[in-house]
């Protein structure tokens, strides 16, 4: 059983807002450091942000810093992801991670699609 699962994606227009849930069960959640990666057509997966157990200062990619915000609830066992003003170029499938500690990753997401249309 996967024990992250995303949702919340879709196909909205540019400047458009959406929100990623990532689920998370069958692990001590607050015990790991949260992170997103998306991966477009034809590219590598790359970083879009991390959080860590205790919410504390997050970690973005120059290119979603300012517009996406990643939180999380403990209580939930849920990391978000919430994308503003989003451009075409954000368009990707895009995966929760979790990891016990930065830069390392014990679990993945099978991945939201988000498209974004000009």
């Known amino acids: 059983q996967v024990p992250l699962v995303e949702s919340g994606g879709g196909l909205v227009q540019a400047g458009a807002s959406l929100r990623l849930s990532c689920a998370a069960s069958?692990?001590?959640?607050?015990?790991?450091?949260m992170n997103w990666f998306r991966q477009a057509p034809g590219k590598e997966r790359e970083f879009v942000a991390a959080i860590a157990w205790n919410a504390g200062v997050p970690i973005y990619a120059d290119s979603v810093k300012g517009r996406f915000t990643i939180s999380r609830d403990n209580a939930k066992n849920t990391v978000y992801l919430q994308m503003n003003s989003l451009k075409p170029e954000d368009t990707a499938v895009y995966y929760c991670?979790?990891?016990?500690?930065?830069?390392?990753?014990?679990?993945w997401g099978q991945g939201t699609q988000v498209t974004v249309s000009s």
């Open positions: 991670a979790a990891g016990t500690r930065w830069d390392f990753y014990n679990y």
């Open positions: 069958g692990l001590t959640f607050r015990s790991y450091v």
